[in-house]
């Protein structure tokens, strides 16, 4: 396995430079100078020409593509043009909100999900079925944008039961002290409950608009999974035996479709750590995909190239992880 591992690491380098070159031509291909950006319009053409060979933008592409891969084989991303932040520091402050809201949304997702498939599948062709994959589609197909919006309406300006935006009411007086970047835990270790609490209820909505299309998808992938293991042979076989059809649906049944399911927990979960640039936006979310989005808005190239590739390196990094779990869920898998 551990050769296998290796192999799987060297992979990252061809598509973390395919990944590099094709933001960095894309970027170059947007209308407009990021120098007159920054300056504004009313600035002269020596300011925008000192700017530019500062920035190196007078440089020709293929030289600028080469400082930049350069820089990253020294795992330098740059400094951003517009705040003048390591690209790692930014990624390392906004990190961690976008962690937390992705494996809360994905907690929602497996936690009614995966029940929803199952539920579903042992109820094939019933109303339950015809509901629950019914509301699945609608999932799948509902804009997040759309929803958030929705929600916000809902619970924060009419019922007002939740905050609409931000992560945390920091005027609301608590002790609490960020110290790792990751608020829920820097307020248990505090014992700041006051402060989880305001935590959570931001959570809420940005989690459950975000959780939306990996809940769907998992009800729609566990429910064809099920259906294919419950008309295997064994399946009959232990019904024969008599085991009781709970024990047949939850040791047998469910643990032999996990492989499928897995793969698109482990998809999902490494898009979700990419950033929800909607969502993050919407909610006022401070995460590595509005900030993201802020980079491309303003043209900074440090920005947009090292958030990517940071994203890349995560979402490959995911899947390597749950190629590696298939062999704890089927032992008859073994890496070579």
Do not use: C
Not at 191 to 205: E, P, Q, R, T, Y
Not at 237 to 263: I, Q, S, Y
């Amino acid at each position: 396995m551990g050769r296998y591992i290796i192999r799987r690491l060297l992979q990252l380098v061809p598509v973390l430079l395919g990944i590099s070159l094709l933001v960095f031509a894309f970027l170059h291909l947007i209308p407009g100078d990021p120098a007159v950006t920054m300056l504004g319009d009313r600035a002269t053409p020596d300011e925008v020409a000192v700017l530019r060979e500062r920035m190196g933008l007078n440089e020709p592409l293929p030289l600028q593509f080469l400082s930049f891969l350069g820089s990253l084989l020294t795992f330098d991303l740059g400094t951003s043009i517009f705040t003048g932040v390591p690209i790692w520091e930014e990624i390392r402050l906004r990190w961690p909100a976008t962690f937390e809201l992705s494996v809360i949304a994905m907690l929602i997702a497996l936690v009614v999900g995966i029940p929803a498939g199952v539920i579903a599948a042992v109820r094939k062709n019933s109303i339950v079925d015809n509901v629950m994959m019914s509301g699945s589609l609608l999932g799948v197909s509902m804009p997040v944008y759309w929803l958030g919006l929705l929600l916000v309406y809902l619970f924060a300006v009419n019922l007002q039961w939740l905050p609409p935006s931000g992560r945390i009411g920091v005027d609301q007086g608590f002790s609490f002290q960020p110290i790792t970047g990751f608020f829920i835990f820097d307020a248990l270790i505090q014992g700041d409950f006051g402060a989880l609490k305001n935590i959570l209820s931001h959570l809420i909505l940005p989690a459950v608009t975000l959780s939306t299309i990996p809940l769907a998808i998992l009800a729609r992938i566990t429910r064809s999974a099920m259906l294919d293991v419950l008309s295997q042979d064994y399946i009959r076989t232990a019904r024969a035996k008599g085991v009781l059809e709970f024990w047949v649906v939850a040791k047998h049944a469910l643990k032999n479709a996990m492989l499928p399911v897995v793969t698109i927990v482990g998809l999902e979960f490494g898009t979700l750590l990419g950033g929800a640039i909607l969502t993050e936006t919407i909610f006022s979310w401070p995460g590595i995909g509005k900030w993201i989005y802020e980079g491309i808005l303003l043209r900074d190239y440090p920005v947009v190239q090292g958030g990517v590739v940071f994203v890349a390196f995560v979402f490959v990094l995911i899947n390597l992880l749950v190629d590696l779990s298939y062999a704890f869920l089927d032992p008859r898998i073994q890496y070579k």
